[in-house]
């Protein structure tokens, strides 16, 4: 089943047989790991003129071509690229995309690294770098400038969960000229497919539910055909390819995502109603509970949701939120999620401009991993307990 073929395929079977060519590999089911630098041409004409399909390993191997036909398949893009890290996976499309004298507007519920990133790389090579409200909608119109040439967005904003309108910002963006980035890592392709929204460029950071299992990381970064061969120079021009045993990794785990996110998504959910009725919890942060700021987005947009959220304590600081960790047994303390382990963490809002928020205690961020509900529930019960009497 070629890529192209696909899209009238259903997900699960798109994820099962997307960038998925036997015949080319004596009827072996999965493609070969290539390790690659050195490609070898016939003959020096054919050298000369790079005239074959590959020439060096950082141009693209059989094992990146797969991962990439896989993710073209789930996303509809014309084209992606794999990258050592979902945090490349940002960097190297910005690099890609601005220059000094431009200007970039960055929601400000943005993923933390993301922001580092801005205000100090992009800064120092001249790019003027504004955040606005995850709220702003179409009134993102408003923050555009002759010079602005991406917005970058991110929905649901990391760590509180708030909900884009990215159809309304993306019609604004592109009327003033911008190119449309979003880290689409929450939903994967799954739950929200970011091209068919006007969004140009979707990054994932596939170390999170693609890979699944807390052991790889890598990026990816689709493009539409607009953007695509920009896109594609920039990987280039970086030389930042991910390693082959990394993008084997992720294809695989590629073939069992429909799976474990229908899990993520009903234990995730399951607990994140349960939470709304924990005495000590002031309020839930999950884009997928009708009283959520945002739902409405969600549900307009988005088929499905995943594994993190986040709680508020009512009331307490630092002290409760750490009684809360240092009781649990099951979670564990750890950044990163889309692994098969629950996790917990924290979070800090200290870094924000704009999309402060105004929570009554100390946000808890968790992602519910596999295990059986029942042991989570008892495992968060724990936690609220010691924070109650710390
Ligand atoms: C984890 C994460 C990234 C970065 O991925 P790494 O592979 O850990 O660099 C980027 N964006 C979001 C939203 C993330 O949660």
């Known amino acids: 089943m070629a890529g192209e073929k696909s899209a009238r395929h259903g997900i699960n079977t798109r994820l099962a047989h997307g960038g998925y060519d036997p015949r080319s590999y004596h009827g072996f089911v999965n493609p070969p790991v290539v390790h690659a630098s050195t490609v070898l041409f016939p003959d020096a004409q054919t050298m000369a003129t790079r005239n074959q399909k590959y020439t060096y390993g950082t141009r693209g191997t059989p094992t990146s071509d797969a991962l990439g ?6 996303e509809g893009s014309a084209g992606t690229i794999a990258v050592p890290s979902g945090l490349a996976a940002i960097t190297v499309p910005l690099l890609g995309f601005l220059s000094a004298g431009d200007h970039v507007l960055i929601v400000d519920s943005v993923y933390a690294p993301t922001r580092h990133f801005a205000n100090t790389m992009l800064k120092r090579l001249g790019v003027e770098v504004e955040y606005y409200d995850p709220h702003a909608g179409a009134g993102i119109a408003a923050l555009m400038k002759p010079n602005t040439k991406v917005v970058f967005t991110e929905s649901p ?51 999170k539910y693609p890979a699944g299992h807390s052991d790889v990381l890598l990026g990816t970064v689709s493009a539409n055909e607009a953007t695509w061969p920009r896109l594609r120079e920039a990987h280039l021009t970086l030389g930042c390819p991910a390693g082959p045993d990394d993008v084997y990794q992720v294809l695989r785990g590629l073939r069992t995502m429909g799976v474990r996110l229908k899990h993520h998504e009903a234990s995730a959910l399951e607990i994140a109603r349960w939470l709304e009725t924990q005495p000590g919890v002031a309020q839930v942060l999950h884009p997928a509970l009708p009283g959520f700021p945002g739902h409405d987005i969600w549900k307009r947009d988005f088929s499905g949701s995943s594994g993190i959220f986040s709680a508020v304590l009512d009331g307490g600081g630092q002290k409760q939120a750490h009684a809360f960790l240092d009781a649990l047994e099951i979670f564990g303390l750890g950044y990163s999620w889309g692994g098969y382990e629950s996790l917990a963490v924290h979070v800090s809002l200290a870094d924000r401009t704009v999309a402060k928020g105004d929570y009554p205690g100390p946000i808890l961020r968790l992602q519910i991993g596999l295990e059986d509900v029942e042991d989570l529930k008892a495992d968060i019960a724990r936690g609220l307990a010691a924070a109650r009497t710390a």
């Open 69 to 74: 036909a896989a993710i073209d398949a789930l």
């Open 157 to 207: 904003g990391s760590n509180t969960f708030e909900m884009q309108d990215i159809p309304a910002i993306a019609r604004a963006a592109h009327e003033g000229g911008a190119v449309v980035m979003m880290d689409n890592t929450w939903a994967t392709p799954l739950f929200f497919r970011a091209l068919d929204h006007g969004v140009d460029i979707t990054i994932h950071a596939a170390t």
